[in-house]
Structure formats: structure tokens, C-alpha cells
């Protein structure tokens, strides 16, 4: 089991609802400080960092707001990117996408992977030697503006599949 805090989580319910386009999904990470033995904070380039510490590392994207387009067949693929800038969207190196979802109710029919509480998991790129400084997520809307939509996303070091979400100081 892992804990989820403000360190390892990007979003939280964060609207995916936006025009076709590419969009930042929550915060992002910037990876160039790193803390040395001595604990003193060394400014440094952020570029090939193993970002497991040589342990994997899985990305979890959970939906909290089913996703909701226009009757034609819109699309959304998420990414994580890493980047020079905390913008994100200048030109991003892509070091995940999703396979691309629609809405259960599209013409097309899809399946509705995109509903409440579904979560797609997938293994962070390790030791990947061309991440940038920041590193956050893009939502990519293809074709059709969604009008609802909303996911939590982290990073951390299990696979556990769906998360159990407790009230605010629920404790045993």
C-alpha cells in the first residue's frame, strides 16, 4: 500500500472538461533540485534522472467525473511529459500516452472506460535519460469539446489497482 500526499500526486479531481486541444492536467514536478547526504539543496539540470531511485514507479490515473462529449466522436489520450518550462506545452517530450478513450456514449459505441471510478495504471519509463526539468500530464481532446470530466492522478511506488478512499480522520 502506498500513500498518496501533495509530494507524488499531480491532480486531484482535476476538469479534463476543455476544447479539442492539449491541455495541463493539475501540477507539475520540477525535478532539478536534489537533496545529497548533507541535505543541502543542489540546483542541477534535472536531465537523466532515474525517477525510482532504481525502483519502478506506476502512474495512476483515476476518474472522479465520468467523461462527457457531444454526440460526435470525441477523443482523449493522456500523457506524461516532461518539459523545459512549467507550461508544460512547449514543446513536451512524451514519455507515456494512454491508449486513446471516447465516451460510452459515443456513435462509435466505445466502452465507457472513462467512467467513475476506473483507473488506468501504467509503469513510468525508468531511467529514461531525456526527462527535462518539469514533468507533468496533458490531456489531449481530440475532435469534440467535453463538457464533464474529472481524474486524480499520482505516482508512487505500487501497482495496487483501485485505491480505498477514506473520509477525512477515518482511522482503525
Same mark, same amino acid.
Given at each position: /500500500?502506498?500513500?498518496?500526499? &501533495?509530494? #507524488?500526486? %499531480?491532480? @486531484? !479531481?482535476? &476538469? ?11 501540477? @507539475?514536478?520540477?525535478? +532539478? ?16 534522472? @532515474? /525517477? ?5 514507479? %506506476?502512474? =495512476?490515473? *483515476? ?6 462529449? !457531444? ?18 506545452? &512547449? &514543446?513536451?517530450? $512524451? =514519455?507515456?500516452? +494512454? ?14 472506460? *472513462?467512467?467513475?471510478? #476506473?483507473?488506468?495504471?501504467?509503469? $513510468? ?11 507533468? %500530464? *496533458?490531456? $489531449? ?22 485505491? %480505498?478512499?477514506?473520509? #477525512?480522520? *477515518?482511522?482503525?
Amino acid at each position: /500500500m502506498a500513500y498518496i500526499d &501533495s509530494q #507524488n500526486k %499531480f491532480a @486531484n !479531481a482535476a &476538469s479534463i472538461a476543455a476544447a479539442a486541444g492539449t491541455a495541463v492536467i493539475g501540477d @507539475n514536478f520540477d525535478t +532539478s533540485a536534489t537533496v545529497p547526504a548533507s541535505g543541502a539543496v543542489v540546483a542541477g539540470a534535472g536531465q537523466g534522472r @532515474n /525517477m525510482g531511485v532504481g525502483e519502478p514507479l %506506476f502512474g =495512476h490515473i *483515476l476518474v472522479t467525473t465520468a467523461l462527457v462529449q !457531444a454526440s460526435t466522436d470525441g477523443t482523449v489520450i493522456f500523457q506524461l511529459v516532461s518539459a523545459a518550462t512549467t507550461t508544460l506545452t &512547449s &514543446s513536451p517530450r $512524451v =514519455h507515456w500516452a +494512454s491508449e486513446t478513450y471516447t465516451d460510452g456514449a459515443s456513435p462509435s459505441g466505445g466502452a465507457d472506460l *472513462l467512467a467513475i471510478g #476506473n483507473l488506468i495504471e501504467f509503469i $513510468v519509463p525508468p531511467d529514461d535519460k531525456t526527462w527535462l526539468r518539469y514533468i507533468g %500530464f *496533458l490531456c $489531449v481532446t481530440g475532435v469534440q469539446t467535453s463538457s464533464a470530466g474529472a481524474v486524480t492522478i499520482w505516482i508512487d511506488h505500487s501497482k495496487a489497482g483501485k485505491p %480505498f478512499i477514506y473520509a #477525512n480522520g *477515518l482511522s482503525y
